[in-house]
């Protein structure tokens, strides 16, 4: 529906990642204006596995934005 409306834009969403690197909690951090393409970015970053914060040599939970483009065409 977002593609066939023409709707771009770019969301930023803050993830927290736990130890395993694995997504705990995605919230919008910036919105695109578009509640399609929000979702979407949202339920993407949340499949996504990610490279776990390291320190003191250790893993910790973390939190990261992770900006999410949509644009048509090439």
Same mark, same amino acid.
């Given at each position: ?11 930023? !969403?803050?993830? %927290? ?6 997504? @705990? ?9 578009? %509640? ?5 970015? %949202?339920?993407? @970053?949340?499949?996504? %596995?990610?490279?776990?914060? !390291? ?8 939190? !990261?934005? @992770?900006? @999410?483009?949509?644009? !048509?065409?090439?």
């Amino acid at each position: 529906a977002s593609l066939r409306n023409g709707e771009t834009g770019s969301v930023t !969403i803050r993830v %927290r990642i736990d130890a395993a690197g694995e997504p @705990v909690k995605a919230e919008i951090e910036q919105s695109s204006g578009f %509640r399609n393409l929000d979702r979407a970015a %949202r339920k993407a @970053v949340m499949r996504w %596995r990610y490279a776990p914060k !390291i320190e003191n040599g250790a893993a910790v939970e973390t939190e !990261i934005l @992770v900006p @999410v483009d949509f644009k !048509i065409g090439n």
